[in-house]
């Protein structure tokens, strides 16, 4: 079992940047591929961002690449997600994902954060 908090998230004007982290805890999480989405109100969960559980396969969405970049620590057992020139479109809550699988779908997941809400202003 693991266990995955996000945060970071909050109101920032357009052009700005937020930094969101998620810790793991429980199961070792850096054993497992982690992955950023987001969900927009009315709309459904979008992959925004994976990385493999070493670190060394990355994948972006096409609305963020470019403006998104994300890492991991294991030691720490953490992930982050720098977002720059942000977008008031980029406004969702975004939720950090867990699995086995590195996946850009969110059903290769198998944990799940309760998600921090970004709000980008215009």
């Known amino acids: 079992q693991v266990q995955l908090a996000e945060s970071g998230g909050g109101l920032v004007q357009a052009g700005g940047s937020l930094r969101l982290s998620c810790a793991g805890s429980?199961?070792?999480?850096?054993?497992?591929?982690m992955g950023w989405f987001r969900q927009a109100p009315g709309k459904e969960r979008e992959f925004v961002s994976a990385i493999s559980w070493n670190g060394g396969l990355t994948s972006y969405a096409d609305s963020v690449k470019g403006r998104f970049t994300i890492s991991r620590a294991n030691a720490k057992n953490t992930v982050s997600l720098q977002m720059n020139s942000l977008k008031p479109e980029d406004t969702a809550v975004y939720y950090c994902?867990?699995?086995?699988?590195?996946?850009?779908?969110?059903?290769?997941?198998?944990?799940w954060g309760q998600g921090t809400q970004v709000t980008v202003s215009s």
């Open positions: 994902a867990a699995g086995q699988v590195f996946s850009i779908n969110q059903y290769g997941y198998e944990y």
């Open positions: 429980g199961h070792t999480s850096s054993d497992y591929n």
